[in-house]
Nanobody
C-alpha cells in the first residue's frame, strides 16, 4: 500500500524559509515520480513542483520557480520541498503525491505522463506579512 506522510508546515514570516518533508512507503522511488501540490483558501489545487528521482528531472511552476527547490533522498524514501523567500500568497495546505508512469519509458514527472493517484495528508504553511 502506497502511503505518504507530509510534515514541516507552520507559521513563517514573509521572506522566511521553510522545508517540507514527505516520507513515502509501499513503493520504490525508481518506479514513481513525486509531486508537491498546494491549495490556498478558496482556490483550486495547484501543482507546484515534481521530481523523477530515477532521472533527476525536476519541474517548477512559474509561481515558485527560483524560490522553491525539490529534492529526494532515495535511501530514506523521502522527498523534500525547500521553500525560500516565502510570501503571503504562498499560504496554503501543501500536499505530496506519488505518481505511476502512464506511458512506458516516461521520465519527466509531468501530470500528463504520471498518474498522481496516491496522496498524503496536507501540511499547512501560513506566511504572515
Amino acid at each position: 500500500e502506497v502511503q505518504l506522510q507530509a510534515s514541516g508546515g507552520g507559521l513563517v514570516q514573509a521572506g522566511g524559509s521553510r522545508k517540507l518533508s514527505c516520507v513515502a512507503s509501499g513503493f520504490s522511488f525508481d518506479d514513481y515520480a513525486l509531486g508537491w501540490y498546494r491549495q490556498a483558501p478558496g482556490k483550486e489545487r495547484e501543482a507546484i513542483s515534481c521530481i523523477t528521482p530515477s532521472e533527476g528531472f525536476t519541474y517548477y511552476a512559474d509561481s515558485v520557480e527560483g524560490r522553491f527547490v525539490i529534492s529526494s533522498d532515495n535511501a530514506k524514501n523521502t522527498v523534500y520541498l525547500q521553500m525560500n523567500d516565502l510570501q503571503p500568497e504562498d499560504t496554503a495546505i501543501y500536499f505530496c503525491a506519488a505518481g505511476r508512469p502512464i506511458y512506458r519509458g516516461a521520465t519527466r514527472c509531468y501530470s500528463e505522463l504520471y498518474d498522481y493517484s496516491s496522496w498524503g495528508q496536507g501540511t499547512l504553511v501560513t506566511v504572515s506579512s
